[in-house]
């Protein structure tokens, strides 16, 4: 069984750019959640997806933009970057379904720094 | 989701028990409390949840109180790899998946 990966490690980016981040779901997850961590705070929801769809946002504006795949693997897009975009991008995969053990498996995240 | 409340921060000797408190006084009756870590740079790892009643895993224990208004993670015997943010969560589970929202945690600190 494979955990969540996530690619790439780091990027840099300068203001206005565009950015792509990639998340591989943990086996037989079909469920991806996007976080966003700045230093030294704990992770915000992005938004969630279930069988893709997006199945719940956090506050964030619409700049931030995700897709699922058909293999549950996710993408976060970002567009315009502002130089508070910077931070810790996390992706978490669960089993949806109304169950009490989905427990949401965290990847390693990926840096963005916006200069 | 109802908020937490952790200490900001912890010391614990190591080969000793590490008793993290957790006040979530406006906890409703569907909510679970739900424990993560997260050890310098690298995503939130999961350690355990609960909703009334005690629980025990490999990794800790948690002690819910009977109003379930606060709570109590355990690591029986801490280690030096036990240093990391510890966050307390209480959250509803929704439709066909669920958020977690992350509160400041408390940052343990596990010394020789």
């Known amino acids: 069984e494979t955990g969540v990966t996530q690619s790439p490690t780091h990027l840099i980016k300068t203001r206005g750019q565009q950015v792509t981040l990639r998340c591989s779901s943990q086996s037989g997850h079909n469920t991806v959640s996007w976080y966003q961590q700045a230093l030294g705070q704990g992770p915000q929801f992005i938004f969630q997806y279930y069988r893709e769809e997006e199945n719940g946002r956090g506050n964030f504006p619409p700049r931030f933009s995700g897709l699922q795949f058909p293999n549950y693997s996710s993408e976060l897009n970002v567009n315009a970057l502002e130089l508070d975009d910077s931070a810790l991008y996390l992706c978490a995969s669960s089993l949806g379904g109304q169950s009490s053990y989905n427990e949401q498996f965290f990847g390693p995240g990926t840096r963005l720094t916006v200069l | 989701d109802a908020k937490t409340t952790q200490p900001t921060s912890m010391d614990c000797a190591e080969g000793r028990a590490a008793n993290l408190p957790c006040n979530h006084s406006t906890i409703s009756g569907n909510e679970y409390v739900y424990w993560y870590r997260q050890i310098h740079s690298q995503g939130p790892q999961y350690i355990i949840h609960?909703?009334?009643?005690?629980e025990t895993n490999e990794m800790a224990s948690l002690i819910i109180t009977e109003d379930r208004k606060s709570s109590t993670l355990i690591l029986p015997h801490a280690t030096l790899r036990d240093t990391a943010v510890y966050y307390c969560i209480v959250r509803t589970l929704w439709g066909a998946g669920n958020m977690l929202t992350f509160g400041g945690g408390t940052r343990l600190m596990v010394k020789p």
């Open positions: 609960g909703l009334k009643n005690n």
